[in-house]
Every structure is written in C-alpha cells, then in structure tokens.
C-alpha cells in the first residue's frame, strides 16, 4: 500500500492532490500497476476510484456496487437506495434490473440523509463520491466507504466492476444575468417546451435535466444518451435554446 499526499502543514488542504485533485492518483496507480486507489476530499468525508487502467470511478458506481453487495447479504433496508436528480441514467437502469428501490433528492448529502430517514433506508449517496452507510455512521465516511468498496468487490477487480453501465453525460452551465433573469428563463415557453421534446425523444434511453443552480444565477443543462454522439447533439440544441431565452 502507498499513500500519497501525507504530510499536512494546515495549509495545503486539496492542494493538487485527493478527490478534487485526482490526476496525480490516476498517474501513480497507471505507473506502479496498483490494484485500486482511491482519493479523498480535505475533509475525509467523500471518496472517487481509480481502477489499475487509471479510469475515475465516481459515487454513482461505487455506490452501485454497495447497493448489490447489501442487498445480497441482506442488509440493504427496504432493498432501497437514495440518490440525486444528478446520478447517472445508468445507475436508475442497473439498479431495476438488479431489484433495487431507488429514490431520488435535489443535489446535496442533507437531502439524501433526509430522505434516508424518511424511509428507514441506509444506503445514500451522490456522483461526488458522498457516500452514507447509515449501518455505520451518521454521515459520509471516505475510508469507510472505500472499504466498503473493497468488501463489495471481494476477490474482483475493480477494472472488472459490473453494477452499472454509464451513459455519456455532457453538462454545460449557462450564466444568467441575476437571479430573476433565470427564474424568468426557467420558466420560459420555448425552454420547457424544448426540455419535453428532447426527453420524449430519450424516452427509456437516456434523460435530460434543466435546472437553476441554488447558489448562482447558472442555468445547468444536463444530459445523459446511449452514445457521445447523440450526448452532445441533444445538449447542444438545449443550450441553444437556453441561450437565447437569457440573451
């Protein structure tokens, strides 16, 4: 084992290094042949992976392979798992085809919590890599949730993981002028009409998402299709369309 980015001075937290950081753990894990590596956030409570081919692997699949793990030993409450609206399309597609509930919460590890103990539920989480095992603690435990990775895995690879398939996603940030210019653009005939089409369009294949950022006057478009292809087309005309609404 090796570990990288040890030597704290209480200044250099995330600096070029950990979650937010990760082109260096993807490099080290490539050059030295490891198995698994995985990166954590300043404050310890969110954790991505990387396989020994150095590819990213994000909250939505780690906590994929959690969800299947749990539920077939039986300790998955209500066979059901928390998410947000920003979790990849192919996540909501493994999870049904595996027997997993699935719910859904605006952006941000309070609602999945929230939500978590609303249902009795204790698998939660985001695509950042916020992950809550309430069958463990109260909140999101990098190193926990890195072993419960491992654990998940048992004698597999994580090069050879198969709880989800991602879809391509493209998301692309428009700015408004101020808060009220978004609300209006949100609100706008052509962009809701133009959100329909495109989802009609993906209709059991892939989605769309249009929404307002809650700390800044951005318009996020987001979208997820079978291909890079069809990703960036179906994103294009929807940030054109958003576009002239904030002009």
Sequence with gaps: MEVL????????INDGCGSTHIDHLVEDVKHRGHDVGFAFDGDGDRVLAVDREGT?????????????????RGMLP??????????NFGFHTAMAT??????????????VLDELRRRGWALGGEQSGHIIDLGFGPSGDG??????????????????RDAMEKLPQRLVNIRA??????????????????????QSRLNGRGR???????????????????????????CGRLVSVVQETVK
């Design 5 to 12: 980015a040890d030597d704290p001075d209480g200044r250099n």
């Design 56 to 72: 990213v692997v994000d909250g939505d699949e780690l906590i994929a392979l959690a969800a299947v793990h749990l539920r077939d």
């Design 78 to 87: 209500g066979d059901g798992v928390v998410v947000t609206v920003m979790t």
């Design 98 to 111: 595996a027997g997993v509930n699935v719910a859904s919460t605006a952006v941000g590890d309070r609602y």
């Design 143 to 160: 190193i926990a949730s890195a072993l419960l990775t491992l654990e998940a895995l048992g004698d597999r690879d994580l090069r050879d």
């Design 177 to 198: 002028g101020d808060r009220e210019m978004l609300a209006a653009a949100m609100e706008a005939a052509p962009v809701r009409e133009a959100i329909e089409r495109e």
């Design 208 to 234: 769309v998402l249009v929404r307002p950022s809650g700390t800044e006057p951005l318009i996020r478009v987001m979208v997820e299709a079978p291909s890079d292809h069809e990703t960036d087309e179906v």
